[in-house]
C-alpha cells in the first residue's frame, strides 16, 4: 500500500466485546476516513476525522487520529456478528486528491 | 436513495480481449474515481474525472483508459487483458463530500 498500514490484518472477537484497528500512515493528511466492506461487496463510509480532530464518534464507532505519530485507530463497542467485514483507512493527502487505502483488518465477530 | 451503479457486476474475458466497465454516479455528482482491487488487496486508485476532464491519475496501466461523458457516467475501457487485470473495480462519486462507492464489477480474466 502506498499509504496506510492496518494493524492487525485479522481480528477475531466474540459478540459484545470491542474491537480495536489501527491504521498507521507516511505523509500528511487533510483527514483520515474508515471504511466497511462485506466480502465481495462495496465499501461503505463509516467515518471522517479531519487533521485537525484528534477523536470523534459515531454510534458504537469511535475513531481517534495522532497526527504527531501518523496513526488512527476505530474502536467498535459491544461488536456484533453483524459488524463482521474488513475494515480500511483512507486518507486525502491535501485538497481533494483522490483516497488512499490502507490494507484492511479483516474482522470476524463470532456469536 | 440512488447509489453509485456499475454494470455489469460480473465479466468473464479471455487474455488479450478487452473489456469495458460503466459507472453511473449518484445525480449532481461532478466527480467520479475508479479503484482496482485484487484478491485480498487494498483498493488501488486507477483515475478519477472531475466536470468530464480528467482530474487525477493514478496506477492505471497503459492498456487502459477512461473517460467521463456529457451525462457524467464514466467508462473504463481495458485492451489487452491479463491474468493479473483479475480484481473487483469500484466507481465511487462525490459532490463536495464523502464518496459514495458501487458495488463494483468483478472481472475475470482466463
Known amino acids: 500500500s502506498q499509504q496506510g498500514e492496518e494493524d492487525p490484518q485479522a481480528l477475531s472477537i466474540q459478540e459484545g466485546e470491542n474491537a480495536t484497528m489501527n491504521c498507521s500512515y507516511k505523509?500528511?493528511?487533510?483527514?483520515l476516513q474508515w471504511y466497511r466492506q462485506n466480502s465481495g461487496r462495496g465499501l461503505v463510509h463509516l467515518i471522517l476525522?479531519?487533521?485537525?480532530?484528534r477523536e470523534k464518534h459515531s454510534g458504537r464507532l469511535r475513531v481517534t487520529l495522532d497526527t504527531s505519530k501518523k496513526s488512527s485507530s476505530l474502536l467498535i463497542t459491544a461488536s456484533r456478528a453483524a459488524d463482521t467485514a474488513s475494515y480500511f483507512c483512507?486518507?486525502?493527502?491535501?485538497?481533494?486528491?483522490?483516497?488512499?487505502f490502507g490494507k484492511g483488518t479483516r474482522l470476524s465477530v463470532i456469536a | 436513495a440512488a447509489g453509485v451503479i456499475q454494470s455489469p457486476r460480473h465479466l468473464i474475458k479471455e487474455k488479450r480481449e478487452t473489456a469495458t466497465l460503466k459507472c453511473y454516479p449518484i445525480?449532481?455528482?461532478?466527480?467520479v474515481y475508479w479503484y482496482q482491487q485484487g484478491p485480498g488487496q487494498d483498493p488501488q486508485f486507477l483515475i478519477s474525472?472531475?466536470?468530464?476532464?480528467?482530474?487525477d491519475k493514478g496506477s492505471i496501466p497503459d492498456r487502459f483508459s477512461a473517460q467521463q461523458f456529457s451525462d457524467y457516467h464514466s467508462e473504463l475501457n481495458m485492451s489487452s487483458l491479463e491474468l493479473g487485470d483479475s480484481a473487483l473495480y469500484f466507481c465511487?462519486?462525490?459532490?463536495?463530500?464523502?464518496?459514495?462507492f458501487g458495488e463494483g464489477s468483478r472481472l475475470t480474466v482466463l
Open positions: 465511487a462519486s462525490r459532490n463536495t463530500g464523502e464518496l459514495f
Open positions: 483512507a486518507t486525502v493527502p491535501s485538497g481533494n486528491t483522490p483516497l488512499v
Open positions: 505523509t500528511s493528511i487533510n483527514n
Open positions: 476525522i479531519r487533521s485537525n480532530e
Open positions: 474525472f472531475y466536470e468530464k476532464m480528467q482530474s
Open positions: 445525480p449532481r455528482h461532478d466527480t
